[in-house]
């Protein structure tokens, strides 16, 4: 949808009009648009919002003659109404009335007692449905709890609550989604329900998916953004029946930025926004500016830049414990200091939209970042590396909403690149001698992908004097991610050779394709019941090489043929019933394969450091097969102790079991040659991605609840999260013959147990907190110009945890809490300041399932100015 600028209409003679009571018969008869029935789901609004929607769901275009009255909200209504009778319901008691002005236009003017036949002229204001899903300012927090699934959303206004230091934190009070990367990574690694990581969850960004992946100390999955250009984020844990849905299992993270109507009010014919923050704690300076214009009813673009600058910050010091390694090294903001935290990230995006037909919409858009930064790679932070990573997308979409019912088209086409150019410099001995020579690796991924969906729709009989409909969706959907790696070293007279990093974060092809049918039946927006089944597939092949200490990497290693595929039809079923108005009850049940990724089956070469351990490729890894099993209520009430205020709540208990679960795990190297006191012991060891032979079970809680009252508010979220990642697996993955005891411990010959294959041996799982607790609440004085807030976080990490006994860098992080207050105040329509303090009681913490367990930033004041223009 967009207001834009419109010319001069003509009324046609004899038209139909309606004064939002009655409706008055004219010669004219009405057009079939008009007459058409549509599902309506329109809440409580300003009038002008009201109509967007209404025009984004009918495809009329509505006039407006004059200006709408900035203060009128509409009363809240949905089910299947003609497009005449949801117009008569959106003005009532408004004071405004409609007329028809051809076949898919109406004009809003004011009721008149004179109003005549005659031609009129209309101020130059119109309301367009051009838009499609996911590109307009419509995203509505209350469709969480209209969802019979899990479902997220975080709007802009909820974001600019509060400064964003990282990109991480906007997940922050989300049910049931954490963040795997700690502070020093602008990187994201979305944790969905326990799963995260090599496709697991699809985060994407306007549709176009971010799949890059860099084998380093900690999370590996990565997707870069810039906070500043978002408009929203939409986790949808549920249904993968939809676009997007293809070799994914716990769901999709949709990154939606700015577009025009997120930048200009309804009325507005051209504009901008600008924001400009500076804080305490090395935040040193945070702008952005966007700006949009609506050339022509048919014609609108948007534009954004932003700069975000950030120093080496200070970590908390109350409470100053962190974590502890797996060999039970303990860890303080003493010996596991943040002293590389900086990063310079400059960003920009540009949207055009294009009304092609009165049924056709194109969309194309281009987001695009540069960032600088340093991160460390141990838990002592003694290492460095220095990053630039940049990152491009391309998106075009193109929408076909015919009149009937059985078209609603999307295509979506994309292409993203991201591109890591690292530098790690030498390092030394304590003695000062070269201990490792310096790199510089080129680590790129592109990813092109294209998916069409359709929406078919048929309105059947009343039944039982009741509406009810059958919707039909479906689609299909491919992608391809090439990956390259090029990697060189200063030789310095240090270990270290260029193969080591080009082989752990491997080159290579994957193409995935998906097909997806669901079927829905809804009766009187009471009872929904639906049945899908997807279709996925995958193909995954290249040339690895594998070494041992007999046949060393240097010396190329022995060739060894990747030839992967896999396919998997899943069904998927549920059922909702509102028993009551207000109330909605229901469950869920799917399957779903993942695919392995490129890094996950071609990874090769070795640990760099000299520490000699082989990377080894497996050519028989399976793909993950997932089952989810689900069940919620939801809760909608309005006016609950006083008029105009909210109720929101969603509770759902969730059980996933994943078959082949996929991680990385310590293995033995074929031959047997290390010798103890002359006899053979086996400290030979590789590292490759295997397959637990055991499922993997999550079990979880969610609760997102919130109550408005206007002058004051206050909501929060719970997350509870059991995880099983222990398990045995297949420690022989190459396809050779092995030194039969090559994976026992053997003591003056006598064996005495396996080294390799049990949970023991696994490497770096990183598991969600066990539980999350997050409380939000404020006041809002001077007509709710002036807010003040305060937050709460309250994390418990897991009891149980995959990781290796072996490592140095996989810990256990201690439990901790936070709190933030945050404050805004509106000068006047145009000019807003705010000021936030994070961290208030300067916790020393590490985030939960942070990567290499940098300590969190203490407390940090930031001041804000926005402006619209």
Same mark, same amino acid.
Request: hydrophobic fraction near 35%; charge should be negative; glycine fraction near 8%.
């Given at each position: 949808m967009?207001?834009? $600028? &419109?010319?001069?209409?003509?009324?046609?003679?004899?038209?139909? %009009?309606?004064?939002?009571?009655?409706?008055?018969?004219?010669?004219?008869?009405? +057009?079939?648009?008009?007459?058409?029935?549509?599902?309506?789901? %329109?809440?409580?609004?300003?009038?002008?919002?009201?109509?967007?929607?209404?025009?984004?769901?009918?495809g009329i275009d509505v006039v407006v003659d004059g200006n709408l009255p900035a203060n009128h909200v509409t009363n809240p209504f949905k089910g299947d109404m003609t497009a005449q009778n949801a117009l008569d319901q959106i003005l009532a008691q408004?004071?405004?009335?409609?007329?028809?002005? /051809?076949?898919?236009?109406?004009?809003?003017?004011?009721?008149?007692? /004179?109003?005549?036949?005659?031609?009129?002229?209309?101020?130059? %204001?119109?309301?367009?449905?051009?838009?499609?899903?996911?590109?307009?300012? &419509?995203?509505?927090?209350? &469709?969480?709890?209209?969802?019979?699934?899990?479902?997220?959303?975080?709007?802009?206004?909820?974001?600019?609550?509060? $400064?964003?230091?990282?990109?991480?934190?906007?997940?922050?009070?989300?049910?049931?989604?954490?963040?795997?990367? /700690?502070?020093?990574?602008?990187?994201?690694?979305?944790?969905?329900?326990?799963?995260?990581e090599m496709g697991r969850v699809n985060v994407n960004i306007d549709g176009a998916r971010q799949n890059y992946n860099q084998v380093t100390h900690g999370?590996? +999955?990565?997707?870069? @953004?810039? $906070?500043?250009?978002?408009?929203?984020?939409?986790?949808?844990?549920?249904?993968?029946?939809? +676009?997007?849905?293809?070799?994914?299992?716990?769901?999709?993270?949709? @990154?939606?930025?700015?577009?025009?109507?997120?930048?200009?009010? $309804? /009325?507005?014919?051209?504009?901008?926004?600008?924001n400009l923050s500076h804080g305490t704690n090395n935040y040193q300076f945070a702008g952005d500016a966007s700006v949009a214009g609506r050339v022509s009813p048919k014609f609108d673009v948007a534009a954004a830049v932003s700069r975000k600058v950030i120093g080496n910050y200070r970590a908390?010091?109350?409470?100053?414990?962190?974590?502890?390694?797996?060999?039970?090294?303990?860890?303080s903001t003493e010996n596991s200091r943040p002293e590389y935290t900086y990063s310079r990230q400059t960003s920009g995006l540009l949207k055009a939209n294009v009304?092609?037909?009165?049924?056709?919409?194109?969309?194309?858009?281009?987001?695009?970042?540069?960032?600088?930064?340093?991160?460390?790679?141990?838990?002592?932070?003694?290492?460095?590396?220095?990053?630039?990573?940049?990152?491009?997308?391309?998106?075009?979409?193109?929408?076909?909403?015919?009149?009937?019912? @059985?078209?609603?088209?999307?295509?979506?086409?994309?292409w993203t690149r991201t591109q890591n150019n690292q530098k790690r410099p030498v390092r030394y001995t304590n003695a000062g001698a070269v201990s490792t020579n310096s790199f510089e690796t080129d680590y790129t991924l592109d990813t092109v992908g294209v998916d069409i969906a359709n929406e078919s729709r048929w309105h059947l009989d009343d039944l039982n004097d009741g509406l009810s409909s059958v919707r039909l969706n479906y689609g299909t959907e491919f992608f391809q991610d090439k990956g390259t790696t090029d990697s060189s070293t200063g030789n310095e007279g240090g270990s270290g050779a260029g193969y080591q990093l080009e082989g752990s974060t491997p080159g290579g092809k994957r193409d995935v394709a998906g097909s997806f049918l669901r079927g829905t039946y809804d009766w009187n927006d009471r009872f929904e019941v639906y049945g899908g089944v997807r279709y996925d597939y995958y193909q995954l092949d290249g040339d690895a090489y594998w070494c041992d200490v007999r046949n060393t990497c240097a010396n190329g290693g022995v060739p060894y043929d990747v030839d992967l595929s896999d396919q998997k039809l899943s069904p998927s079923f549920g059922a909702s019933v509102t028993p009551v108005q207000g109330m909605q009850v229901f469950a869920n049940y799917r399957q779903n394969m993942r695919a392995p990724t490129i890094t996950e089956t071609m990874i090769k070469g070795e640990h760099i450091g000299n520490v000699g351990i082989p990377f080894y490729s497996n050519a028989n890894l399976k793909s993950e097969e997932s089952e989810t099993k689900e069940i919620g209520v939801n809760f909608k009430y309005d006016d609950v102790v006083q008029k105009g205020d909210k109720f929101r709540a969603k509770l759902s208990y969730y059980r996933t079991k994943v078959e082949n679960y996929i991680t990385l795990g310590y293995v033995p190297q074929p031959a047997t040659t290390s010798q103890f006191g002359g006899v053979l012991v086996n400290t030979n060891r590789a590292a490759a991605m295997v397959n637990l032979s055991d499922p993997v079970y999550i079990n979880g809680t969610e609760l997102e609840l919130g109550y408005d009252a206007q002058l004051y508010y206050l909501g929060g979220t719970l997350s509870l999260n059991d995880m099983d990642l222990e398990g045995n697996y297949d420690p022989f993955v190459l396809n050779t013959t092995y030194d039969p005891l090559a994976n026992y411990n053997i003591s003056f010959g006598t064996v005495t147990w396996p080294l390799y294959g049990s949970g023991a041996t696994l490497y770096g799982i990183y598991a969600m907190p066990k539980r999350k607790i997050t409380v939000d609440g404020g006041l809002r004085f001077f007509d709710q110009d002036l807010v003040l807030g305060m937050s709460a976080t309250f994390v418990q990490p897991q009891d149980n945890f995959g990781a290796s006994d072996l490592s140095t860098v996989v810990g256990k992080y201690f439990s901790y809490r936070v709190f933030d207050f945050y404050s805004s105040y509106k000068i006047n329509d145009t000019v807003s300041i705010s000021f936030n303090v994070n961290n208030l009681l300067d916790e020393a913490y590490v985030q939960g399932s942070g990567g290499t367990f940098s300590p969190a930033p203490g407390r940090t004041g930031v001041l804000t100015l926005r402006g619209n223009f």
């Open positions: 967009a207001l834009v $600028p &419109a010319p001069l209409q003509a009324q046609p003679t004899a038209p139909t %009009i309606h004064d939002g009571l009655r409706t008055t018969p004219v010669e004219l008869a009405q +057009s079939d648009d008009l007459r058409r029935t549509y599902y309506f789901d %329109i809440p409580a609004e300003k009038l002008a919002s009201a109509l967007v929607t209404y025009s984004r769901i009918s408004s004071g405004l009335t409609w007329q028809a002005l /051809d076949g898919n236009t109406v004009s809003i003017v004011a009721v008149s007692q /004179d109003q005549s036949s005659s031609g009129i002229t209309t101020a130059p %204001i119109t309301i367009t449905s051009n838009a499609v899903d996911g590109l307009g300012a &419509a995203d509505d927090p209350d &469709a969480v709890y209209e969802t019979p699934g899990g479902l997220s959303v975080v709007t802009r206004e909820k974001m600019q609550e509060k $400064p964003i230091r990282e990109a991480r934190d906007i997940f922050g009070q989300m049910a049931g989604v954490d963040i795997s990367n /700690d502070a020093r990574d602008p990187g994201l690694t979305v944790n969905v329900r326990g799963q995260q999370t590996t +999955s990565r997707v870069y @953004l810039d $906070p500043a250009l978002l408009a929203s984020v939409t986790v949808d844990k549920s249904n993968l029946d939809q +676009s997007g849905g293809a070799g994914a299992s716990a769901g999709i993270v949709t @990154l939606r930025t700015l577009n025009t109507d997120d930048i200009l009010d $309804p /009325d507005e014919k051209w504009g901008g926004k600008v908390g010091s109350r409470n100053p414990g962190l974590f502890t390694t797996g060999n039970g090294n303990y860890y009304k092609l037909t009165d049924d056709q919409e194109l969309h194309l858009g281009y987001v695009g970042s540069t960032i600088d930064y340093a991160k460390t790679s141990d838990v002592t932070n003694s290492y460095v590396d220095f990053n630039e990573t940049q990152t491009h997308t391309l998106t075009a979409k193109h929408n076909w909403d015919l009149v009937s019912d @059985l078209i609603n088209l999307d295509t979506n086409l994309y």
